[in-house]
């Protein structure tokens, strides 16, 4: 049966009827060719509605509700030209996921036909149950009644079936009160809470053709792929999207053979098909490769408006899972779904940038003389080292603290990279030494049919939670399951206070007749004076790097709710609600979301731990121990194998019996006293299951351990 099942798994990529375009046609034609985008809504309407909407799209306008039909027939006529029959308020719920309601098209007539209709008011505004979705407190049970409302900045889209189309319209979700139900709408409102701060900062440099200033963002996707045959006789993967079992096999990501190796032809086939999928949408997919782990890949997009690339985030996500069952194959977007390899991340590279073209965190030719890049980052340093705890918190979960500081995940202590020739000016610029610096030169690559290629004058560092990579800074603590919407929403926000901050430091010396350099230089100076101590270029796994976070006073939140304990102090509530991004009470509506969601993601893995130890694991190893004990032959090798099975079956009965009653424990009346007891008690006692079912893994034979290994899942590809 075992044999069979690894069998059948390697064949099951064999799959007739999958067709995938040929590069030329994604090239020429497929190309957001299910995308409603500026250029076809513009042709679709008349000048004087286009330029109402267009105010709206580019400037923040208001939407005016007398194009509102207008602008709704030309998108129904497009839709359904697409082969549309419904559409739905396509918005991003304190899941993390994206939900939607579908209605129909078709709109039933009193003489027995049918018409189709889509008017202003539905694309402007659905009504869908806000009960049931997480609200933190925002919203009771029976107060259902939710708003979700058409974000004319993101291009509505056709999402394809194997039976037909919906048309999706991306919109904010909100509550009968105005408060935000979603993550779309406070990443909208920080966008402008970063444009205001830019353009005054702007200002005082002479620039003044800008109108507009958004943050840019392209988020990479790691994630794993495995056998569906091994996913289904799997029960911790099916309901906690991890393994809670399973024994290190003797080759696991050691040899390094896998990263950027040739991808095999099973897996290439899903990539392709998915990317065909996610250039129709838009998606400008650029990059893909295996991933460190062996069966890890990774899938990166180049840069987009962020509240689009946030959009386009959570597609990438949908389209990787539906499309990976077409192969036989199971999408996996937790974080740490293999214990003792490589973990999944969602490394978010952010940066800001004008409506000219100029990107505010790219050294010009010379990063020393580029004073308005080194003024942008020094806000980020400020920004990163004043609210170290927020960007903790923002991607903190139970299932990303499983990879935070292991393998190649970042520490879960946030520091800078900035690497040698960044540092050294800054510091230079601290002693007053002046500003001469190395040069990047270029990298010989040690034989002369290799041309030699530019070089950055600081290496990468893969161990640094907030990297800066050249042209952007890379947050590589997103976890890989995550929506990106917070994250860059507490970017935005953070980093538009200390621009703040500085242009009021620099505008407040200018007036005292201070040169506008002198007063620049000073005002770096203090910067990095009093924040250089977030600046680490070393090995974020180190142990010493742990000693000296502490002694330079940096702040360690190890697990995810020791952080989200932090997010409603006091100067994080100053700080959303001077921006005008998330009230009080919205803020802690999503604290309560994040405990509440960690209490329940361990609470159904400390109990499915229990019920497959109990059902599974520990009958198929007393199986395997009476048919040792019934060898009627002399002989030391059954003796040890039965003595050893019996003490490791001791073992894992034993502390089956800790986790069951940690488990009939929740700590507490309220999700924060219970996400506590989870962390302290239930995640301990599941790892001592672990400890002795993994140990017991490597002694009963194959055909009495119920549960497919690391080495077939990993491997068989």
Same mark, same amino acid.
Request: proline share 5%.
């Given at each position: 049966?075992?044999?069979?099942?690894?069998?059948?798994?390697?064949?099951?990529?064999?799959?007739?009827?999958?067709?995938?375009?040929?590069?030329?046609?994604?090239?020429?034609?497929?190309?957001?060719?299910?995308?409603?985008?500026?250029?076809?809504?513009?042709?679709?309407?008349?000048?004087?509605?286009?330029?109402?909407?267009?105010?709206?799209?580019?400037?923040?306008?208001?939407?005016?509700?007398?194009?509102?039909?207008?602008?709704?027939?030309?998108?129904? +006529?497009?839709?359904?030209?697409?082969?549309?029959?419904?559409?739905?308020?396509?918005?991003?719920?304190?899941?993390?996921?994206?939900?939607?309601?579908?209605?129909?098209?078709?709109?039933?007539?009193?003489?027995?036909?049918?018409?189709?209709?889509?008017?202003?008011?539905?694309?402007?505004?659905?009504?869908?149950?806000?009960?049931?979705?997480?609200?933190?407190?925002?919203?009771?049970?029976?107060?259902?009644?939710?708003?979700?409302?058409?974000?004319?900045?993101?291009?509505?889209?056709?999402?394809?079936?194997?039976?037909?189309?919906?048309?999706?319209?991306?919109?904010?979700?909100?509550?009968?009160?105005?408060?935000?139900?979603?993550?779309?709408?406070?990443?909208?409102?920080?966008?402008?809470?970063?444009?205001?701060?830019?353009?005054?900062?702007?200002?005082?440099?002479?620039?003044?053709?800008?109108?507009?200033?958004?943050?840019?963002?392209?988020?990479?996707?790691?994630?794993?792929?495995?056998?569906?045959?091994?996913?289904?006789?799997?029960?911790?993967?099916?309901?906690?999207?991890? +393994?809670?079992?399973?024994?290190?096999?003797?080759?696991?990501?050691?040899?390094?053979?896998?990263?950027?190796?040739?991808?095999?032809?099973?897996?290439?086939?899903?990539?392709?098909?998915?990317?065909?999928?996610?250039?129709?949408?838009?998606?400008?997919?650029?990059?893909?490769?295996?991933?460190?782990?062996?069966g890890q890949y990774e899938v990166a997009p180049i840069f987009e408006q962020s509240n689009v690339a946030a959009?386009?985030?959570?597609?990438?996500?949908?389209?990787?899972?539906?499309?990976?069952?077409?192969?036989?194959?199971?999408?996996?977007?937790?974080?740490?779904?293999?214990?003792?390899?490589?973990?999944?991340?969602?490394?978010?590279?952010?940066?800001?940038?004008?409506?000219?073209?100029?990107?505010?965190?790219?050294?010009?030719?010379?990063?020393?003389?580029?004073?308005?890049?080194?003024?942008?980052?020094?806000?980020?340093?400020?920004?990163?080292?004043?609210?170290?705890?927020?960007?903790?918190?923002?991607?903190?979960?139970?299932?990303?603290?499983?990879?935070?500081?292991?393998?190649?995940?970042?520490?879960?202590?946030?520091?800078?990279?900035?690497?040698?020739?960044?540092?050294?000016?800054?510091?230079?610029?601290?002693?007053?030494?002046?500003?001469?610096?190395?040069?990047?030169?270029?990298?010989?690559?040690?034989?002369?049919?290799?041309?030699?290629?530019?070089?950055?004058?600081?290496?990468?560092?893969?161990?640094?939670?907030?990297?800066?990579?050249?042209?952007?800074?890379?947050?590589?603590?997103?976890?890989?399951?995550?929506?990106?919407?917070?994250?860059?929403?507490?970017?935005?926000?953070?980093?538009?206070?200390?621009?703040?901050?500085?242009?009021?430091?620099?505008?407040?010396?200018?007036?005292?007749?201070?040169?506008?350099?002198?007063?620049?230089?000073?005002?770096?100076?203090?910067?990095?004076?009093?924040?250089?101590?977030?600046?680490?270029?070393?090995?974020?796994?180190?142990?010493?790097?742990?000693?000296?976070?502490?002694?330079?006073?940096?702040?360690?939140?190890? +697990?995810?709710?020791?952080?989200?304990?932090?997010?409603?102090? +006091?100067?994080?509530?100053?700080?959303?609600?001077?921006?005008?991004?998330?009230?009080?009470?919205?803020?802690?509506?999503?604290?309560?979301?994040?405990?509440d969601q960690y209490f329940k993601t361990v609470n159904i893995e400390g109990e499915t731990t229990e019920w497959?130890?109990?059902?599974?694991?520990?009958?198929?190893?007393?199986?395997?121990?009476?048919?040792?004990?019934?060898?009627?032959?002399?002989?030391?090798?059954?003796?040890?194998?039965?003595?050893?099975?019996?003490?490791?079956?001791?073992?894992?009965?034993?502390?089956?019996?800790?986790?069951?009653?940690?488990?009939?424990?929740?700590?507490?009346?309220?999700?924060?006293?219970?996400?506590?007891?989870?962390?302290?008690?239930?995640?301990?006692?599941?790892?001592?299951?672990?400890?002795?079912?993994?140990?017991?893994?490597?002694?009963?034979?194959?055909?009495?351990?119920?549960?497919?290994?690391?080495?077939?899942?990993?491997?068989?590809?």
């Amino acid at each position: 049966m075992y044999e069979y099942e690894v069998t059948t798994a390697a064949r099951n990529w064999r799959l007739e009827g999958v067709k995938t375009p040929s590069p030329s046609d994604v090239v020429t034609d497929v190309f957001a060719s299910d995308v409603l985008t500026t250029e076809e809504l513009r042709q679709r309407l008349s000048k004087p509605v286009w330029r109402s909407l267009q105010a709206t799209m580019e400037r923040g306008a208001a939407v005016d509700p007398a194009i509102a039909d207008t602008v709704a027939l030309a998108m129904k +006529t497009w839709a359904m030209e697409k082969g549309a029959t419904h559409y739905t308020h396509w918005f991003q719920p304190l899941t993390g996921l994206t939900a939607e309601k579908h209605e129909s098209f078709v709109m039933p007539t009193s003489d027995g036909t049918a018409i189709s209709q889509f008017s202003g008011k539905e694309l402007i505004q659905g009504e869908p149950d806000a009960s049931s979705f997480p609200s933190g407190g925002l919203r009771a049970t029976f107060e259902a009644r939710g708003y979700t409302a058409w974000d004319p900045t993101s291009p509505a889209f056709i999402m394809r079936h194997g039976n037909g189309a919906t048309l999706c319209i991306p919109t904010a979700f909100a509550s009968w009160t105005g408060e935000a139900l979603d993550h779309k709408t406070p990443l909208l409102r920080s966008m402008e809470t970063l444009h205001s701060a830019s353009m005054k900062a702007l200002g005082l440099f002479g620039i003044n053709d800008v109108t507009k200033v958004s943050s840019t963002v392209g988020a990479e996707q790691e994630y794993f792929l495995i056998d569906e045959e091994f996913f289904y006789r799997r029960p911790d993967l099916m309901l906690c999207g991890r +393994t809670l079992f399973g024994a290190r096999p003797p080759r696991g990501q050691e040899l390094e053979d896998h990263y950027f190796g040739s991808i095999p032809e099973r897996i290439l086939t899903f990539m392709t098909d998915a990317e065909h999928q996610l250039y129709a949408l838009g998606i400008p997919i650029k990059t893909r490769h295996n991933e460190v782990a062996p069966g890890q890949y990774e899938v990166a997009p180049i840069f987009e408006q962020s509240n689009v690339a946030a959009d386009h985030q959570q597609l990438v996500m949908q389209v990787l899972r539906n499309t990976a069952r077409k192969y036989g194959l199971v999408c996996l977007l937790h974080e740490k779904p293999f214990a003792g390899i490589n973990g999944s991340g969602k490394h978010v590279n952010w940066s800001v940038a004008t409506d000219t073209g100029l990107n505010l965190l790219e050294p010009g030719d010379t990063p020393q003389t580029n004073m308005l890049f080194l003024f942008f980052c020094a806000a980020v340093i400020k920004a990163v080292d004043e609210h170290q705890d927020l960007l903790r918190t923002c991607v903190a979960s139970a299932s990303n603290d499983h990879r935070l500081g292991a393998n190649e995940a970042p520490p879960a202590i946030m520091s800078i990279f900035l690497g040698d020739e960044l540092t050294e000016i800054f510091e230079r610029i601290v002693s007053g030494k002046g500003t001469a610096s190395r040069k990047a030169g270029l990298l010989g690559l040690g034989s002369p049919v290799l041309p030699p290629l530019p070089r950055h004058a600081g290496d990468r560092n893969r161990t640094s939670p907030f990297a800066f990579t050249g042209n952007k800074f890379e947050f590589r603590a997103v976890g890989s399951s995550q929506s990106v919407s917070f994250p860059i929403t507490v970017l935005n926000v953070i980093v538009a206070e200390a621009i703040l901050d500085l242009a009021g430091k620099i505008e407040a010396k200018t007036k005292k007749k201070v040169a506008f350099d002198a007063a620049l230089v000073d005002v770096l100076k203090d910067v990095y004076s009093h924040h250089g101590r977030i600046v680490f270029n070393g090995d974020g796994y180190s142990s010493k790097w742990h000693k000296e976070a502490e002694k330079r006073g940096l702040l360690s939140l190890p +697990t995810a709710v020791d952080a989200i304990e932090r997010l409603m102090d +006091t100067k994080n509530t100053k700080l959303f609600s001077k921006a005008n991004v998330l009230t009080d009470r919205e803020l802690e509506a999503r604290q309560e979301v994040m405990f509440d969601q960690y209490f329940k993601t361990v609470n159904i893995e400390g109990e499915t731990t229990e019920w497959m130890a109990r059902t599974q694991i520990l009958p198929g190893a007393l199986s395997f121990l009476r048919e040792v004990s019934g060898i009627n032959i002399p002989s030391r090798a059954v003796d040890r194998t039965a003595s050893s099975l019996a003490t490791t079956i001791d073992s894992l009965s034993d502390a089956l019996e800790r986790l069951g009653a940690a488990n009939a424990e929740l700590g507490g009346d309220d999700v924060h006293a219970k996400s506590r007891h989870m962390r302290d008690n239930v995640l301990p006692a599941m790892n001592d299951v672990r400890v002795a079912a993994d140990a017991l893994e490597r002694i009963v034979a194959h055909d009495h351990w119920p549960l497919p290994g690391y080495r077939e899942m990993l491997f068989v590809k």
